[in-house]
Nanobody, 120 residues
Framework: QVQLVESGGGLVQAGGSLRLSCAAS????????MGWYRQAPGNQRELVAT???????NYADSVKGRFTISNDIAKNTVFLQMNSLKPEDTGVYYC??????????????WGQGTQVTVSS
């Protein structure tokens, strides 16, 4: 199994910044990609950003130019630097990873989520 543990959420004023971290642990054989999703109350979970093990990134249009995803391959960790935060960025941010443990195929894993609240 793979465990994902997020940190770095909190309350910030509009225009401020936060940095999220997510560390993957367990019997990891390979990680295909890691990323972040978010879910606001009453809304479906949506993609924020992903990064592959080779460093290719993908962003939701709503966060392009404000958020930056990065990773530390050696530590199986992904980061999300969030700048110029807006109230509509409020939600629970979930770490996601497509990973494989020895002897099993790739599958998706999720963290427990971290709350981000942006006040106006």
């Amino acid at each position: 199994q793979v465990q994902l543990v997020e940190s770095g959420g909190g309350l910030v004023q509009a225009g401020g910044s936060l940095r999220l971290s997510c560390a993957a642990s367990g019997s990891i054989a390979n990680i295909d990609y890691m990323g972040w999703y978010r879910q606001a109350p009453g809304n479906q979970r949506e993609l924020v950003a992903t990064i592959t093990s080779r460093g290719s990134t993908n962003y939701a249009d709503s966060v392009k130019g404000r958020f930056t995803i990065s990773n530390d391959i050696a530590k199986n960790t992904v980061f999300l630097q969030m700048n110029s935060l807006k109230p509509e960025d409020t939600g629970v941010y979930y770490c996601n990873s497509r990973a494989r443990v020895p002897g099993l195929p790739f599958r998706n894993y999720w963290g427990q989520g971290t709350q981000v609240t942006v006040s106006s």
